[in-house]
Nanobody
C-alpha cells in the first residue's frame, strides 16, 4: 500500500513563507514525477509545480519566481518552498506522485491535502 503524507500547511500573512513536504511510503519500485497541485474554493485543481526524477522542474506562471520545488530521492520526499505568498495562493495543496508500482505500469497517487491560507 502506497501513501503520500503531507505536512507544512497553515495560516500566514501576505508576503510570508511556508514550506510543504510530502513523503511517499509503501511498496513501489521507483518514483517518476512528483508535484504539487492546488484547489481553491469553487475552482478546478491546478498544477503548481512538478519535478522529475532527474530534477527537471515545471511551474505554473502564477508562482514562478516565488515558489521552488525540490526533492530528496533518498527520502522519497518532495518539498515546495513558497515565498512572497499572496492571498490568491490560498487553497488546499495536494501532493502528487507518479509511481512505478509494478514492472509494467506507472500509477498516480495523491496526498490527503493540506490547507494553505494567506491573509491580506
Amino acid at each position: 500500500q502506497v501513501q503520500l503524507v503531507e505536512s507544512g500547511g497553515g495560516l500566514v500573512q501576505a508576503g510570508g513563507s511556508l514550506r510543504l513536504s510530502c513523503a511517499a511510503s509503501g511498496s513501489f519500485f521507483s518514483i517518476n514525477t512528483m508535484g504539487w497541485y492546488r484547489q481553491a474554493p469553487g475552482k478546478q485543481r491546478e498544477l503548481v509545480a512538478a519535478i522529475t526524477s532527474g530534477g527537471s522542474t515545471n511551474y505554473a506562471d502564477s508562482v514562478k519566481g516565488r515558489f521552488t520545488i525540490s526533492r530528496d530521492n533518498a527520502k522519497n520526499t518532495v518539498y515546495l518552498q513558497m515565498n512572497s505568498l499572496k492571498p490568491e495562493d490560498t487553497a488546499v495543496y495536494y501532493c502528487h506522485a507518479l509511481l512505478r508500482v509494478t514492472v509494467e505500469g506507472l500509477y498516480n497517487y495523491w496526498g490527503q491535502g493540506t490547507q494553505v491560507t494567506v491573509s491580506s
